[in-house]
């Protein structure tokens, strides 16, 4: 197999999904411009109704990022100081940010090797009489497997509080993200498979009292104008003009997910030759309800060629890919203080050395899938190349 014409592909590429779109994305900001209601405008209301909704739950509460969905939406949940609050390693360190503004102890516990997920048997391990509450992340868009979580909650009084940044519409055992947890934490940051024209976020919640504190936390902390009761209040507003995109974009996101989960059906496919050679997908447990917001890799020991090789052969070759986390939470400088050394959570440092991020975005071909694929197998079967001392016999 050898790659005949050189190609491009990259890692993401939203063109695809805003061409469409373009004019009525202009009208809505015309609009907005006009009514010039840029903050807490009515756009923002309709867009907080029609993503809960979508979710399967009650309210949105729309915030400045998803990091904010996480910390304001967390302290809504009633978290604080002195409560202990159980999170995978293997996230993006914006979960543990988010925990860590409540004032909470955050407590990062290991996760399933071959899905990824965070592993309830070590966060049921992890619970004591301090433990309020446990922030699954829906982690490349494949739910943590809402019985599970419910079952531990229910039994431990736990709160859940989804981290479904990466997780819009994923569906699971009947549940649908954001509406297994009391609460749960959206991001729009532009690449997401729901993305704004630039950062923005949203609480979700079945409760209507957590959704009031929510609002009032986004608002300086203020239950009415100039009346401040909340004093871990702050600003953090989506912006009026940001739902007015995210609203003309949220009616078609189920069919961009479907495009990605074809994509993926075709990555495995043409991948499965592969695991006798040590390649093996992250395991979707979660059936056609993953929304594949990255198609992961695992390069494993069995592979004749390691991760660092395989990735700058295809980058050679035209394809971006990317690792999604090289360093696990607990493993990063900041926050060393937590107390977990290396070997603290074996699967998530070994995840962290093996997995490799392939292209995956609506508007990719299968033929496009192919190529990554077929770079993939010269990257491994290639001989690797022979080191050359420079300057000697040359
Ligand atoms: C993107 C992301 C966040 C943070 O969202 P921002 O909008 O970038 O603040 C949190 N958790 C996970 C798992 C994410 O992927």
């Known amino acids: 197999m050898s790659i005949s014409s050189l190609q491009t592909i990259p890692f993401v590429d939203l063109t695809w999904q805003h061409a469409p779109l373009e004019e009525a994305i202009g009208r809505v900001i015309s609009a907005v411009i006009t009514q010039g209601d840029f903050v807490l405008g009515q756009a923002l209301r309709d867009f907080e109704a029609n993503f809960a909704a979508a979710c399967g739950t009650s309210f949105g509460v729309g915030v400045g990022c998803g990091t904010d969905a996480i910390a304001l939406g967390l302290v809504a949940c009633g978290i604080a100081p002195g409560d202990e609050v159980i999170l995978p390693a293997n996230t993006f360190v914006a979960t543990l940010i988010g925990v860590l503004r409540t004032g909470a102890t955050p407590v990062l516990v290991d996760c399933d090797r071959a899905t990824a997920l965070i592993d309830l048997t070590a966060a049921k391990r992890a619970i004591t009489p301090r433990t309020r509450a446990i922030v699954p992340v829906h982690l490349y868009g494949q739910l943590v497997s809402p019985q599970g979580l419910i079952d531990l909650a229910d039994r431990h009084q736990l709160i859940i509080f989804e981290d479904a940044a990466q997780a819009h519409l994923a569906e699971r055992e009947g549940y649908t993200a954001g509406s297994i947890g009391l609460g ?211």
């Open 184 to 394: 749960a934490a959206f991001s729009f940051y532009p690449s997401k498979n729901l993305g704004a024209l630039g950062d923005g976020g949203m609480f979700v919640t079945r409760n209507a009292v957590v959704a009031n504190t929510a609002r009032s936390l986004r608002n300086y902390g203020a239950a009415s104008k100039y009346c401040h009761t909340e004093p871990q209040g702050t600003n953090s507003r989506l912006d009026t003009l940001q739902a007015a995109v995210l609203n003309v974009k949220l009616p078609h996101l189920s069919l961009w997910n479907q495009t990605r989960y074809a994509l993926a059906e075709h990555y495995d496919r043409r991948l499965a030759p592969l695991a006798e050679h040590g390649i093996i997908p992250i395991q979707n447990e979660a059936g056609p309800g993953h929304i594949y917001h990255l198609y992961v890799v695992r390069i494993t020991e069995t592979c004749p060629s390691s991760r660092a090789n395989i990735q700058a052969q295809l980058t050679a070759a035209g394809v971006q890919t990317g690792v999604h986390y090289p360093i696990p939470c607990h493993l990063q400088p900041a926050f060393r203080a937590l107390g977990h050394g290396l070997g603290s959570l074996p699967q998530a440092e070994a995840l962290s050395q093996e997995i490799l991020s392939l292209p995956m975005y609506p508007g990719m071909t299968l033929e496009q899938a192919d190529y990554v694929v077929d770079a993939m197998v010269e990257a491994i079967m290639a001989r690797p190349p022979v080191r050359r001392l420079q300057g000697v016999n040359s």
